[in-house]
């Protein structure tokens, strides 16, 4: 749905992107970086508020900017905490819906229908202006859903919301994906983004890091050995046990927990030997996790 | 929507409020002139008029609301940062552009008009007001705000801070330009706003330099001439401006990483 063919995006001799190649399908992709790594550059361009320097973005197989097509398939809930502070929600709502192509009847009914779903039914008639932080997010989600759109693009969706919308979001988020919209969702709560996907576009200094499932990534960087944590009865013996291992470069006790932490750079391989090894005793593995299987590991890997 | 949208945005109450006392100036000078004139001397309406409507109203009212409002068309939007919900609809930009333009030429046509309705309350009397000159000065406030606000329409399209460029064109192209010799009074929309609606001002006796400097440039322009000037400095500029809001990005700096 949404393709970008090498392209790159300056301004004057800044750089915001930097020779992306990519493609979003349906479902919920999460596009993850620090502050300025070219997020919002990557939203502007599939929303045709940009155009790319060189290369080309594609969306519905058609170049966004200024292109009305697109745009009537297309919603943004940009990060910008900008509104028109004289209007009611429901007045906001209803004026991108009309410059959305909707009118009379189903205007009102998706109109109500938006509102209800973003959970602002009470407060739609109050001005914009007298709204909390929360209440703004949910309004500018709704603009962006008025108009049923199949392609949805969501900027920092999760700021500034408690944490009962935050799961409210994500819930919304994570249904539109089901329901076969392509979402792309910004944000650096990596966290909530794991809630939301496991599939991620990873983005630093302008540049695409890595895209594709997180896990599957996770495994492609064998620069840095996978750390599994497990705790047991007698970890030192079950630490030198794991050293034996093929694939384990390293293993400590964690001072306060007492668990072992291994780092492997074959961690199927390990969790393969790891039932023989239970089974073969004499110690008891009470539990074992992997901190490097989530989505902050594979961010600070890659971008550090 | 957009146009009543644009317009409701210029006749808020909070916005009336702000350009209200612009409105009024002249009239209150009107006012202040007669009361002093009844004090000693006599008072003339048709100079006061004159004094205050050619030299207050059009050359300083008319372009600052031209100014603030036209360039507001666009660089608001950029301010508030809310243009990016107008760019992602499905509707044409210069229909965007054009329909906001017309709500914004509408408002300053209601606010001058009205800034003309009162002085010639407050120098002719409510009952004598509505004379042929304040008609044919409405008139030309009309045209006259066209003019003005599509050229600062298209300043706003072009640059990031239309209204210093604006407001450098208003009050130092506009009052200067046209006293230099040669044809540059023609590349000056008030040359041709004094044409249509001429106000002599009073003789002070000995000559200013800016007397010296109006006699030294003697171009002769129609009032037909006038009046087809205006219409193409507005068809140019508002094609110019559409042409060029539909092919720009306009991203406010602040959110370029």
């Known amino acids: 749905m949404i393709e970008f063919q090498g392209a790159s995006r300056w301004y004057g001799q800044v750089i915001g992107l930097n020779d992306v190649t990519c493609h979003i399908d349906k479902g919920v992709t999460a596009l993850i970086g620090p502050n300025g790594a070219g997020k919002s550059t990557f939203i502007k361009l599939v929303s045709g508020q940009l155009r790319p320097t060189t290369g080309s973005v594609t969306v519905l197989g058609q170049s966004p900017f200024a292109n009305q097509e697109v745009f009537r398939r297309l919603g943004i809930c940009p990060e910008v905490d900008s509104f028109y502070e004289e209007m009611t929600g429901q007045e906001f709502v209803t004026f991108l819906a009309t410059l959305g192509g909707l009118t009379g009847a189903r205007r009102s009914s ?29 309004i500018k989600l709704a603009q962006a859903l008025v108009h049923d759109p199949d392609v949805l693009l969501l900027d920092e969706p999760l700021n500034g919301l408690d944490p009962v919308g935050r799961r409210e979001v994500t819930d919304l988020v994570k249904s539109l994906g089901e329901a076969g919209k392509c979402v792309v ?5 990596l966290y909530e983004i794991e809630h939301m996907t496991r599939r991620i576009l990873l983005i630093n200094r302008g540049r695409l890091l890595a895209q594709g499932d997180l896990y599957e990534i996770r495994g492609l960087i064998d620069r840095h050995p996978h750390r599994i944590s497990l705790e047991s009865d007698q970890p030192r013996r079950l630490a030198a046990k794991l050293m034996e291992l093929d694939g384990v470069v390293s293993s400590r006790l964690e001072p306060i927990s ?3 932490e291994i780092e492997t750079r074959d961690p199927d391989g390990f969790y393969r030997r790891l039932p023989e090894i239970v089974a073969a005793g004499p110690f008891d593995i009470r539990s074992f996790a992997s901190p490097d299987n989530n989505l902050e590991a594979v961010f600070r890997y890659l971008t550090e | ?3 009543k949208g644009a317009l409701r945005d210029l006749l808020r109450p909070r916005r009336l409020l702000m350009a209200a006392p612009l409105v009024a100036l002249p009239a209150l000078l009107g006012l202040f002139w007669r009361s002093m004139a009844r004090r000693g001397g006599t008072f003339e309406p048709e100079i006061a008029y004159n004094v205050l409507q050619g030299g207050f109203v059009f050359g300083f009212i008319l372009v600052l609301l031209s100014v603030i409002v036209a360039t507001g068309v666009v660089s608001q939007e950029m301010e508030q940062r809310t243009m990016v919900y107008l760019l992602t609809r499905p509707i044409a930009r210069y229909r965007i552009l054009l329909a906001r333009f017309t709500g914004a030429w509408l408002g300053t046509c209601i606010l001058v008009s009205a800034a003309t309705l009162l002085l010639a309350c407050s120098v002719f009397g409510p009952t004598e007001a509505f004379q042929a000159i304040v008609w044919t000065d409405i008139k030309v406030v009309v045209l006259g705000a066209l003019a003005y606000g599509s050229l600062f ?9 239309p209204l210093i460029y604006g407001l450098f064109f208003a009050f130092g192209w506009e009052s200067w330009v046209p006293l230099f010799p040669t044809n540059l009074k023609k590349v000056c929309i008030v040359s041709y706003l004094r ?57 406010p700096r602040e959110d370029s990483e």
């Open chain 1, 185 to 189: 969702i910004s944000s650096h709560i």
């Open chain 2, 1 to 3: 929507m957009l146009f």
């Open chain 2, 195 to 251: 044409v249509l609606a001429p106000h002599p001002q009073p003789s002070q006796g000995d000559e200013g330099v800016m007397e010296l400097l109006s006699a030294l440039n003697p171009v002769v322009i129609t009032p037909t001439g006038a009046r087809n000037a205006l219409l193409i400095v507005t068809v140019v500029c508002l094609v110019a401006a559409a042409v060029t809001f539909s092919r720009r990005a306009y991203v």
């Open chain 1, 258 to 260: 007492g668990a072992v």
């Open chain 2, 153 to 161: 329409l298209l300043c706003a399209t072009l640059v990031n801070k």
């Open chain 1, 110 to 138: 998706r109109v109500s229908e938006v509102i209800q779903f973003v959970g602002m039914e009470a407060n739609a008639g109050r001005r914009i202006g007298g709204y909390s932080k929360g209440m703004r997010q949910r």
